[in-house]
């Protein structure tokens, strides 16, 4: 179980370091916005919860015997929807704070 948690950090580590390449900074008319950045790390938490319902289905309708895959996918999903929580109440804090600078 520790070595899935520690590898879950590396990932997020490893997808943290993708977005900061992935947004270039500059008027380059081929980059890819913010919102789609956004967006596609949406879809993405989103397909590993499905991933995850599927499986914990599967394993309660008696397809699968898979037990033990089920709830690791089923935790790898939460904790995907915890960080992407997070990443939204900084940016939502980053905006609150810009507000609030004096003019």
Do not use: C, W, Y
Not at 52 to 76: F, H, I, R, W
């Amino acid at each position: 179980m520790l070595l899935n948690i520690q590898s879950s950090l590396a990932q997020i580590k490893a997808g943290e370091s993708h977005i900061a390449q992935a947004m270039p900074l500059g008027g380059d008319p081929g980059a890819r916005s913010f919102t789609d950045h956004i967006g596609g790390l949406i879809r993405s938490v989103d397909d590993k919860g499905h991933e995850a319902q599927a499986m914990v289905s599967a394993v309660e309708t008696g397809q699968s015997d898979n037990l033990v895959g089920a709830m690791l996918k089923s935790q790898e999903a939460s904790l995907n929807f915890q960080m992407m929580m997070q990443v939204r109440n900084k940016v939502v804090s980053g905006l609150d704070d810009l507000i609030k600078l004096p003019i």
